[in-house]
């Protein structure tokens, strides 16, 4: 693929992206995205052929990303503590910078069988070593006596609950917060991933 059809792509992706966050899987037309991208719907179908390709491959992306910066923190080889602080302030930065993500998967992905077989059939495969690695070091940490008994499971749902939950109830919290400013939005969400972290290791602490 040269550079001209790489270019093409990525504004069929963009568009596709803005097309699903502001109308949801369903409401979101082939040929809006093309519009959207600028160019004609045949060419859209050269490139994509469906709407359900268009979504695989934004997921995949996504995804992906998600993963090659879980597993380069792993590659630090740190600590237990060090690796679960990087590990929650990351996926915390991932969502802010994807806001309206968390609220689609809300809305599309943990409401349809089938796109939620898609992310985790995607997500499982790159993320089962590291969570059974960090299972491994969890029940190290517990047996020491170092920090308090936890599955792994509820470790990540106690993260997972925290960081996705500001981003998914943003759209009210920017009707009662000052965060239309960006530095004061800024500022509230550095606090909110740190505030973040020291419960998740508060609460794990002996």
Known sequence: MNEKELNTEQLILEAAQAEFFEKGYAGAKTVSIARR????????????????????????QKIQTLTQIFTGIYEQHLSFEELLRKFIE???????QNPQLPHFVMNEILSNRNNRKLVFDVFAPKMSVI??????????EIEAGRIRPITLIHLVMNVVAM???????MPLL????????PAVREKILDER???NVQFVLNALRA
């Open 90 to 96: 990351a996926q915390f930065n991932f969502a802010a």
């Open 163 to 169: 960081n996705v939950f500001i981003f998914v109830a």
């Open 131 to 140: 969570f059974d690695n960090l299972e491994r070091m969890l029940n190290i």
């Open 174 to 181: 920017e009707e009662i917060l000052p965060l239309q400013e």
């Open 37 to 60: 991208a600028g160019i004609s719907h045949s060419m859209l179908h050269y490139y994509f052929r469906t709407k359900e390709n268009l979504f695989q491959r934004i997921f995949a």
């Open 193 to 195: 991933r740190e505030s």
